[in-house]
């Protein structure tokens, strides 16, 4: 039995379909919104050890360390500072913590003594908020 020699014609390409303007516009702002929030972290003594972590759990913002403290960073960025504190719910908490597991796990520490969940959150025209230790891991 022969077989039939291999075709050398490129394979057509699927094309994906093109994100909704307003998911693109999402997107940005988000990415603008972490670019200040990491910015913000420097200018108080942190340093960034990185940003946009994705794992099967879930995804971190930012991570950032000082002296001794390591700290797992979301960033909301809203309308209002009301509107971003009530955008991180108890499911996206989960997550987090899930992901800073994860985080740990891959990245020994010996040096960190403590560790927390801080929430900054990034309104247009003021400053950053801070939010230190906004929620506990579960």
Do not use: C
């Not at 988000?30 to 099967?56: C, T």
Request: aromatic content about 8%.
């Amino acid at each position: 039995m022969t077989r039939a020699p291999k075709s050398s014609a490129p394979k057509p390409k699927v094309l994906k379909p093109e994100p909704r303007p307003e998911r693109v516009a999402a997107f940005g702002l988000g990415i603008s919104a972490e670019s200040r929030a990491a910015a913000w972290l420097i200018a108080h003594g942190y340093r960034i050890l990185a940003r946009r972590f994705k794992s099967q759990r879930g995804e971190i913002d930012i991570i950032a360390a000082r002296r001794y403290t390591l700290i797992f960073v979301e960033v909301k960025a809203r309308a209002t500072l009301d509107d971003a504190a009530y955008s991180v719910t108890p499911r996206q908490m989960q997550r987090i913590t899930g992901a800073a597991e994860i985080w740990l796990a891959a990245n020994p520490m010996p040096a960190i003594r403590d560790m927390r969940f801080d929430v900054i959150l990034v309104v247009p025209g003021k400053l950053p908020r801070h939010i230190q230790s906004a929620f506990e891991a579960n």
